[in-house]
């Protein structure tokens, strides 16, 4: 099987621009979540989706946005972007929505804003 | 944020030594958790877990124990081989629908050969 796929790998934006990242889940998993890691906050979570539902979100302002396809294919979008947002993108998938599961991690987007 | 990673704790072992990776959990209502290992330029890799009605798992050439009194987790690695070098997280999950993990700072597992 394969595992959670996210593109791009790297990207680079300068700051105002908006940025989509994507992200494809392990086949049949159909919760998807996502994480922002930076050197100085750690894993911190952005947002959760099941059934194209968002369950779940993070402390992060409303230019980080998400969804979920009916596939399960999840992309997320970051808005008006800051120099902070500088970091490693992480999407995680599991196989059902019914909570305390394993998660499987992708090996993220590196997000470089300039 | 809900996860603080401003300082990186390093642990140190010499090959072939038992390492022993320490984690404090925030939320008394947890009752799942995660270890997972991140290598450089890797998404982390889930390792072992355990729900809150366990006090100990094994896997393979790992143990997980789970102290829910004074909210600790830790996590054990038998004879540590080089290949063990990584970043290792401890993560909670708060309990209810929800697959959200809160995660630790991170301990860096440095292994000397």
Same mark, same amino acid.
């Given at each position: 099987? #394969?595992g959670v796929?996210q ?7 300068? !700051? ?5 990242? +994507? ?7 159909? +919760?998807?979540?996502? &994480?922002?890691?930076? =050197? ?6 952005? /947002? ?7 369950? %779940?979100?993070? %402390? /992060?302002?409303? !230019?980080?946005?998400? !969804?979920?396809? +009916? ?5 997320? %979008? ?8 500088? #970091?490693l &993108?992480l999407c995680a ?11 499987f991690f992708g090996s993220g ?6 | ?7 990186? $704790? ?14 404090? &959990? +925030? ?5 799942? /958790?995660?270890?997972y290992?991140q290598?450089?330029?890797k998404g982390p890799q ?10 100990? !798992? ?23 081989? =080089?290949?063990?070098?990584?970043? &290792?997280?401890?993560?909670?999950? $708060? ?17 000397? =050969?």
């Amino acid at each position: 099987k #394969a595992g959670v796929t996210q593109t791009p790998r790297y990207l680079i934006k300068t !700051r105002g621009q908006q940025v989509t990242l +994507s992200c494809s889940p392990i086949s049949g998993h159909r +919760s998807v979540s996502w &994480y922002q890691q930076t =050197p100085g906050q750690g894993l911190q979570f952005l /947002f959760e989706y099941f059934s194209e539902t968002q369950r %779940n979100k993070g %402390n /992060f302002p409303g !230019r980080f946005s998400g !969804r979920q396809f +009916s596939n399960s294919r999840s992309e997320m %979008n970051v808005s008006t972007l800051e120099l902070g947002d500088s #970091a490693l &993108y992480l999407c995680a998938s599991s196989s059902t929505g019914f909570g305390g599961e394993k998660l499987f991690f992708g090996s993220g987007t590196q997000l470089s804003v300039l | 944020g809900e996860s603080v990673g401003l300082h990186l $704790p390093t642990l140190s072992v010499q090959e072939g030594d038992n390492s022993i990776i320490n984690c404090a &959990y +925030s939320n008394s209502a947890s009752d799942y /958790f995660i270890w997972y290992k991140q290598e450089s330029g890797k998404g982390p890799q889930f390792i072992i877990d355990i729900r809150s009605n366990m006090d100990k !798992r094994q896997g393979q050439r790992v143990t997980v124990l789970l102290n829910k009194t004074v909210k600790h987790l830790s996590l054990q690695i038998a004879a540590t081989q =080089p290949g063990d070098s990584a970043v &290792y997280f401890c993560a909670e999950n $708060p309990g209810g629908a929800t697959n959200k993990l809160i995660f630790g700072t991170g301990t860096l597992l440095a292994v000397q =050969p």
